[in-house]
């Protein structure tokens, strides 16, 4: 079990990717819209980790990753989008979150192998 943040601009996904990470054992702490709440909400709840949105509204989600990076005890961040990975190429490789997950795959498994990943391997990327 771990605690979770959600940084998504689009309510509808932020209440889908509670409810399944709820269902797989998982605590949501809280939502934000954007990157700088989410970055605010971050330093504030704690959360061991991060599901965040690439394309939000005033800043990316890679810049977010990089912030959370920066802190004392950073969370595992996982990216998601409705794109594919392939459409972020090597800005994936050279970002610190534990990896990516398309919003069409995202599944319990999929988070469940991203976060035994970075315990295993910290600032790794999919």
């Known amino acids: 079990m771990s605690t979770f943040l959600i940084v998504d601009d689009h309510a509808s996904f932020r209440a889908q990717a509670k409810a399944l990470l709820e269902e797989n054992g998982h605590v949501v702490v809280g939502e934000a819209a954007d990157g700088r709440s989410g970055v605010e909400r971050a330093r504030a709840l704690s959360p061991e980790a991060v599901l965040l949105d690439i394309g939000l509204p005033d800043m990316d989600g890679f810049e977010v990753a990089r912030r959370l ?6 969370p595992a961040v996982i990216l998601t989008s409705s794109r594919e990975s392939a459409e972020y190429g090597p800005r994936l490789a050279g970002c610190p979150a534990a990896g990516f997950i398309a919003k069409d795959e995202l599944s319990g498994p999929a988070v469940a192998a991203l ?7 910290p600032g790794t990327a999919q």
């Open 115 to 121: 976060l035994a990943g970075r315990r295993t391997s």
């Open 69 to 74: 990076a920066a802190a004392p005890a950073p």
